[in-house]
């Protein structure tokens, strides 16, 4: 069964641009969570989607956004990006989500911005 | 909102020691999970565990809930269990919150 695949691996951006991540979860998987990581804020809950619902929401302004399509794929969106959404990115899938299943995470999309 | 602590936040061993990492949180959860980071930043699932005790080789962890914590137990370490260990926790669907995690180096 393949994993949990994130695209791109890496991103170089400029400040004030958009940036779109995708993510593909395991087969069967209908949750899609996604996480920041930061050397100074750690692992950080961004949101979470079910069945192209979102289901929760972390603490995060609304320049970061989200989408499940009908094949539980995912896609995040940062708008107006600033210097200190340089982060690991990272993506999650489970069967039921986060708080009833065991999360199987991505490797990751590096987003440096500049 | 709920507070998630890890300790200790550092430990080296030497090779074939045994640790144990200890995970507090501040109020009631309906899971917790464990996880490794290896040092390329791949994280992996170790345990899925919202109480009791489960076994998997060497690893295994120890959640009680009641008092509000977890551990995990490694044995006989290897240098590819370097890394760092998270500990994360759903609070009934109001959020979920990964500890600050243990960096782990095992020497050989």
């Known amino acids: 069964k393949a994993g949990v695949t994130q695209t791109p691996r890496y991103l170089i951006k400029t400040r004030g641009q958009q940036v779109t991540l995708s993510c593909s979860p395991i087969?069967?998987?209908?949750?899609v969570s996604w996480y920041q990581q930061t050397p100074g804020q750690g692992l950080q809950f961004l949101f979470e989607?079910?069945?192209?619902?979102?289901?929760n929401k972390g603490n995060f302004p609304g320049r970061f956004s989200g989408r499940q399509f009908s094949n539980s794929r995912s896609e995040m969106n940062v708008s107006t990006l600033e210097l200190g959404d340089s982060a690991l990115y990272l993506c999650?899938?489970?069967?039921?989500?986060?708080?009833?299943?065991?999360?199987?995470f991505g490797n990751g999309t590096r987003l440096t911005v500049t | 909102g709920i507070q998630v602590e890890q300790s200790p936040p550092d430990l080296i061993l030497q090779e074939g020691a045994n640790s144990t990492l200890r995970c507090n949180f501040s109020?009631?959860?309906?899971?917790l999970q464990w996880f490794h980071q290896n040092p390329w930043g791949q994280l992996i699932n170790l345990f899925y565990?919202?109480?009791g005790t489960k076994q998997n080789g060497r690893l295994s962890a120890t959640t009680v809930a009641t008092e509000r914590y977890s551990l995990l137990y490694i044995s006989s370490s290897q240098t590819t269990d370097s890394g760092v260990y998270f500990c994360?926790?759903?609070?009934?669907?109001?959020?979920?919150?990964f500890g600050p995690g243990t960096r782990l180096s095992v020497l050989p």
């Open positions: 989607y079910f069945s192209e619902t979102q289901r």
């Open positions: 994360a926790v759903d609070n009934y669907g109001q959020n979920f919150v």
């Open positions: 565990i919202p109480s």
């Open positions: 109020d009631s959860v309906n899971n």
């Open positions: 087969s069967g998987h209908r949750s």
């Open positions: 999650a899938s489970s069967l039921a989500g986060h708080g009833y299943s065991p999360l199987h």
